[in-house]
């Protein structure tokens, strides 16, 4: 097992943030949903997919906080404060993939804003 990134860190907190709100709103009873993670080579960056079978499509572009007290909705708020780029996209069948990009920690330098 590699370690990317200690625990805290955007990287740990993206997959973190995107897993728990696959888990929580993009699963449908039945099935389930993966977590993939790709290295950029030309970023040095992370991109963490995760594909799922639901068919709501959050919008990445307008993620706002939920309200103080709501007890859901802070998911990909968080995931665009610690992402370089974040994005949702069609997939092959039923649903959609979101990814987040992010460098491990230690890598400076702005990331390139087209996907690899």
Do not use: C
Not at 26 to 38: D, S, Y
Not at 74 to 86: I, K, M, P, Q, Y
Not at 96 to 101: E, F, M, N
């Amino acid at each position: 097992m590699v370690r990317l990134d200690p625990p805290g860190s955007p990287l740990s907190g993206t997959v973190a943030l995107l897993a728990a709100s696959a888990a929580r709103h993009g699963r449908v009873p039945g099935r389930h949903f993966a977590l993939r993670l790709h290295y950029e080579h030309t970023n040095a960056a992370v991109r963490v997919q995760v594909p799922d079978t639901h068919p709501r499509r959050p919008d990445p572009t307008t993620v706002a906080m939920a309200d103080a007290d709501a007890e859901e909705g802070r998911g990909l708020a968080l995931v665009a404060t610690v992402a370089d780029r974040r994005r949702v996209e069609n997939r092959t069948g039923p649903g959609k993939t979101v990814w987040a990009a992010t460098r491990p920690a230690g890598h400076l330098g702005p990331i390139r804003s087209d996907p690899v």
